[in-house]
């Protein structure tokens, strides 16, 4: 049995990188090449997790000016029952797909190299305030659908973008609206667009 002298606590050390610029930060999220030298590094210097952090350019949607994955579904999946739901400007025929491909070469160099792959989701508003030089817009969403749109866009990237299952899933507010809002378990309440809440899913 461990003596006091020789228990350790076992501590997981984690880094984040977080796309926040489509300019700036495209390049490097479709080069395989780039993820392949990260990665390694971060093993080699013995970290154990790897969060993947999108939504996290703006506190608020407030004079948002770069917002590509910044509300991420409609950037990675095409969501069955909301064909309604779309990004203006629209993105390329292929951009879905080249999007989602990108997050399942990171998500699984990261397991290969035996640390935990953690997708940071850090905002659900996808309404823009005062924004007239946002880069693009989320149209055909609606307060009356956003949450059940979330669940179910969840719901279809967790299989898509994960090989492994089932997927732990950790949420909290960082603030709350009058309303009881709640994500667990069905993604199911109205929640209004300035609730801001941040999901993490980790394998």
Known sequence: MPTQSTRRTFIKLSVARAFVSEIADKPWFYARAFWTAYL????????????????????????????????PYPYLVE??????????PALQPSEHQRNLEALQFIAAETARRGMDFQLGIWTHAYQWTDSPRSDHHI???TPQIHAAYCRDALAALLPAAYTASPYPLQYYFERRTATSATLHPTFNPTLSNQTCYAVHIRT
């Open 40 to 71: 390694a590094t971060l093993a080699a210097a013995r970290l154990h997790r790897f969060n993947f952090a999108l939504g996290f350019g703006w506190d608020f949607p407030r004079g948002v000016t770069g917002d590509y994955l910044h509300f």
């Open 79 to 88: 969501v069955p029952g909301y064909e309604q739901a779309h990004i203006q």
């Open 139 to 141: 149209a055909g969403l």
